[in-house]
């Protein structure tokens, strides 16, 4: 048979569509996409606000703002260091926490774990991830700096105390509870999203290892070794959030703006200084101070987490959904 | 005289849960000869070849029962030393599955593993495993390029390279060349034969010519049971069992 296909016609008393049917189609699709870049407006205009508020700050101060060390109102006068210093090192410390934990547990649940122990232990790790962080912040302030005060930080001052990162006075609220807390909050991104690239590898490398007369752990070690760049996203990834983190840390951090060597001495981070002065800051300079280190933690942010979720959707073929929620 | 047998099961049987996968099976594999092992899929023909070097143990509710013997040892009994076993017995798997690592590297890991790490024997090592796997003229001037790089025919060579280099007396190859294409079959096929001389291979093939071309030996499987075995030019020409006779004719399978 050939030719075309004819259309037999609609008996007389048929239903027939409204003529309007076909436009509303094409009406949905455009105020659905309308809707959808409204996000990219939203971005545009945040980064407009943030960089339009700086302004006044950013000719006053120029570069000198990243590494002046003086936070001083009153005579109008804003060097952001010490917070810089404070994110750097309250992240840093988080992260040398989280990792062996979050990587350990991915190890665990991806490559030994029986099934239902890996479903159970996976479905309290996302848990873990959706606890607000306020939360954390009460569990800090009233249980974990009890503890460091009486017992952790007279005992690390008494043994290692000749070292400058443990001297000075056990507060219990600084830079190590900040980044106890920090890193317990970071743990499910690496651990949830690590396990995933991890079981993203393909089983025949393990095979291959095994039957190379590889142990068990040999064998997992060359899944760790491919799932590499994966596990260096999912580090990024959470340490983006560890330095972006406001609530929380701004309870248990102590809020001061000195640097200092010693992890037990109260600092202040980039997040947390906007948190804790926003309110307070009157000065048309002051505030345009703020707004600027918003903008140097965004810029940071910004550029950690498109970084970060590149290396893992490459290491995972394009498959985690957890790159994109994480 | 006969010759010296390297594999010998005897009553072996396989279980994965209920599922009864090989029936009472006894082979015997002679050695620095190429035995194929051929059936319709899920005859039970890779799970035999996996039993060999006791890969099946990964899989969670495997159960056996009956012997199998390699060079005398016992492979499943209880003080057998499985690291130690398939140190001993090279593997090629269907699929290419070189490591996201350099040329070089895939071919020293297993080395490595045993604790060779000077550089001079790594490297003679290598050489030598890569000439033996006809793979060394192709790559002799890029062995810290990735492995990925290579083609698949290739990355399947590497493979093979990479189970020689621990020198063992039995490499287990399951359908080797399946992925590959024509050409990239024939230069494994003629691997196989250049090898045997050193290495007792047993293959795995849904592939009838194949298994004419290259084999000494060939054992016909079927829902779990060994039909028929015997020299590879008998069994095709002059098959004992009618099962064999209509599966090698395409019958069936």
């Known amino acids: ?326 | 005289m006969k010759p010296e047998i390297r594999i010998r099961t005897h009553d072996f049987d396989l279980f994965y849960g209920a599922h009864h996968a090989l029936k009472s099976v006894s082979l015997e594999v002679p050695a620095n000869s190429v035995t194929a092992i051929i059936g319709p899929s899920g005859c039970g023909k890779s799970t035999l070849l996996r039993s060999f070097n006791r890969m099946n143990d990964l899989i969670p509710g495997v159960r056996v029962r009956g012997r199998v013997e390699l060079s005398g040892l016992d492979v499943y009994a209880p003080g057998t030393d499985v690291v130690e076993l398939r140190r001993h017995v090279g593997m090629v798997f269907q699929r290419a599955n070189p490591f996201p690592k350099s040329i070089f590297e895939n071919v020293a890991y297993g080395l490595r593993l045993l604790g060779v790490n000077r550089r001079a024997e790594l490297e003679a090592r290598v050489e030598t495993s890569l000439r033996r796997a006809a793979l060394w003229e192709e790559v002799r001037d890029r062995l810290g390029r990735s492995a990925l790089a290579l083609s698949g025919g290739q990355q399947q060579r590497l493979c093979i390279a990479r189970a020689l280099a621990v020198e063992p007396e039995v490499v287990l190859m399951d359908e080797p060349a399946s992925a590959l294409d024509p050409t990239a079959t024939a230069r494994v096929e003629e691997l196989v034969l250049e090898l045997k001389s050193r290495y007792t291979i047993v293959v795995v093939t849904h592939n009838m010519q194949q298994a004419a071309r290259i084999s000494d030996t060939t054992a016909f499987m079927m829902v779990g049971e060994l039909v028929e075995v015997g020299e590879t030019r008998s069994l095709f020409t002059r098959p004992r069992q009618k099962l064999t006779e209509d599966y090698i004719t395409g019958r069936f399978g």
């Open chain 1, 1 to 326: 048979m050939s030719g075309a296909l004819t259309v037999p016609a609609l008996p007389a008393g048929a239903p027939r569509r409204r003529p309007g049917a076909r436009w509303a189609d094409e009406a949905y699709r455009r105020g659905l996409g309308a809707l959808a870049l409204l996000v990219f407006v939203v971005v545009a205009l945040i980064v407009y606000e943030i960089a339009r508020g700086a302004g006044p700050s950013i000719r006053a101060f120029g570069w000198h703002f990243l590494v002046g060390t003086e936070w001083d109102p009153v005579a109008d006068r804003y060097g952001a260091l010490p917070y810089v210093f404070g994110t750097a090192v309250s992240s840093g410390l988080a992260m040398l926490l989280a990792l062996p934990l979050g990587l350990g547990t991915a190890i665990y649940l991806a490559e030994l774990a029986p099934h239902r122990v890996d479903q159970a232990v996976s479905f309290v790790v996302e848990l873990l991830a959706s606890i607000p962080s306020i939360v954390y912040g009460i569990w800090g302030l009233f249980v974990l700096a009890p503890l460091l005060r009486t017992l952790v930080e007279p005992w690390l001052i008494q043994h290692f105390g000749f070292l400058p990162l443990f001297q000075g006075f056990p507060f219990g609220i600084g830079m190590l509870n900040a980044g106890i807390v920090l890193a317990i909050m970071v743990v499910p991104t690496i651990a949830s999203l690590s396990r995933e690239i991890l079981l993203a590898t393909p089983p025949s490398l393990r095979e291959a290892a095994l039957a190379l007369g590889a142990t068990r752990a040999e064998a997992i070690a060359v899944a760790v070794d491919a799932a590499r760049p994966g596990i260096l996203g999912a580090v990024i990834l959470a340490l983006g959030r560890a330095v972006g983190e406001t609530m929380a840390v701004t309870m248990v951090i102590g809020n001061s703006n000195r640097i200092s060597a010693s992890l037990l001495a109260p600092g202040s981070t980039m997040a947390s200084v906007i948190a804790n002065e926003f309110t307070e800051a009157t000065g048309a300079l002051y505030l345009s101070a703020l707004v600027e280190i918003a903008l140097v933690l965004f810029a940071l942010t910004l550029v950690m987490n498109a970084f970060a979720r590149l290396l893992v959707l490459w290491a995972t073929g394009g498959r985690s959904d957890a790159a994109g929620a994480a």
